[in-house]
T-cell receptor
Framework: EAQVTQNPRYLITVTGKKLTVTCSQN?????MSWYRQDPGLGLRQIYY???????DKGDVPEGYKVSRKEKRNFPLILESPSPNQTSLYFC???????????FGQGTRLTVV | DAKTTQPPSMDCAEGRAANLPCNHS???????VYWYRQIHSQGPQYIIH???NNETNEMASLIITEDRKSSTLILPHATLRDTAVYYC????????????FGSGTQLTVLP
């Protein structure tokens, strides 16, 4: 089954404690991205990657890092999380020339 | 990307057709219309896309006006599971990259 898998689904952490949210896709897609979703602000793109070792900033990259060492994986790293990064996060993938983006189930992060 | 305008909310009776409008009056010739939906806090789900011709798949139909300034997503027989936020997105070329989500339309299907 074609899917994008994120882990963990839920996470509560404390300010400043580094964390990583993993994302993996099994469709051999070149393009992967991370979004965050906040009430009243909708879905906003954080980072994206067009292929292995190619990443770039989206609309709200501050406080986040990503890496793309393998085609299937695109982890989101919060080096020093802060409460304003409390949000619902989604990973997505698509072929570079494809019409359909596939989204993960989401990770609900709370930073206290 | 061209800006889209959607009504914030709509209701539809179960079993009836749900018609969700979208205005995109500044759309350019190479821009496609995409529709996604998001069922409560789940990841967005692709529904359909089109350039200028009407399109139909197993989920929905997409009707694009001749001047391409607006479109309508039609769910022919809405069910309770179709209750979701529906997003109309316009973007260049046939690519799913860098989707810009607006506020969408909250569709509530009523029993």
């Amino acid at each position: 089954e074609a899917q994008v898998t994120q882990n963990p689904r839920y996470l509560i952490t404390v300010t400043g404690k580094k964390l990583t949210v993993t994302c993996s896709q099994n469709m051999n897609h070149e393009y992967m991205s991370w979004y965050r979703q906040d009430p009243g602000l909708g879905l906003r793109q954080i980072y994206y990657s067009m292929n292995v070792e190619v990443t770039d900033k989206g609309d709200v990259p501050e406080g986040y890092k990503v890496s793309r060492k393998e085609k299937r994986n695109f982890p989101l790293i919060l080096e020093s999380p802060s409460p304003n990064q409390t949000s619902l996060y989604f990973c997505a993938s698509s072929p570079l020339q494809g019409y359909e983006a596939f989204f993960g189930q989401g990770t609900r992060l709370t930073v206290v | 990307d061209a800006k889209t305008t959607q009504p914030p909310s709509m209701d539809c009776a179960e079993g009836r057709a749900a018609n969700l409008p979208c205005n995109h009056s500044t759309i350019s010739g190479n821009e496609y219309v995409y529709w996604y939906r998001q069922i409560h806090s789940q990841g967005p789900q692709y529904i359909i896309h089109g350039l200028k011709n009407n399109e139909t798949n197993e989920m929905a139909s997409l009707i694009i006006t001749e001047d391409r300034k607006s479109s309508t997503l039609i769910l022919p027989h809405a069910t309770l599971r179709d209750t979701a936020v529906y997003y109309c997105i316009v973007r260049p070329s046939g690519s799913a990259r860098q989707l810009t989500f607006g506020s969408g339309t909250q569709l509530t299907v009523l029993p």
